[in-house]
């Protein structure tokens, strides 16, 4: 499936999200913070585990605007994104990587 990865995320008002450094948050950024993340539930995650997301989160970072990921990915990234993000980034992450 592909993703389109530069696409920004704005907040309620709609004016674009900023990182930390003022730059625009993007799709990219939700994808590989989520994936490279450590969440407390997942203490006792397999090495496999980790180094697939590891790999997942390198191919996003390579590309610029579009990437191809399978559906099994997907729903990786979507899962990530929820436990990361509130209501506000996932909703709209979901959507985008939803091709809407």
């Known amino acids: ?3 389109i990865l ?3 995320l704005v907040g309620i008002n709609g004016e674009a ?4 450094g003022g730059k625009k948050f993007l ?7 989520s994936l490279l993340a450590d ?7 397999a090495g496999e585990e980790k180094v697939r997301r590891y790999r997942l989160a390198m191919k996003t970072l ?6 191809d990921i399978s559906i099994e ?3 990786l990234v979507k899962k990530q ?8 980034v996932c909703a709209q992450a979901w959507e985008m990587l939803e091709g809407k």
């Open 1 to 3: 499936m592909e993703i």
């Open 6 to 8: 530069n696409r920004e």
């Open 17 to 20: 999200l900023k990182d930390e």
């Open 27 to 33: 799709l990219k950024d939700a994808i590989v913070g």
């Open 39 to 45: 969440f407390k539930d997942e203490s006792e995650l």
């Open 62 to 67: 390579k590309e610029e605007d579009k990437v």
């Open 73 to 75: 990915d997907l729903a």
């Open 81 to 88: 994104i929820a436990k990361m993000y509130g209501v506000l």
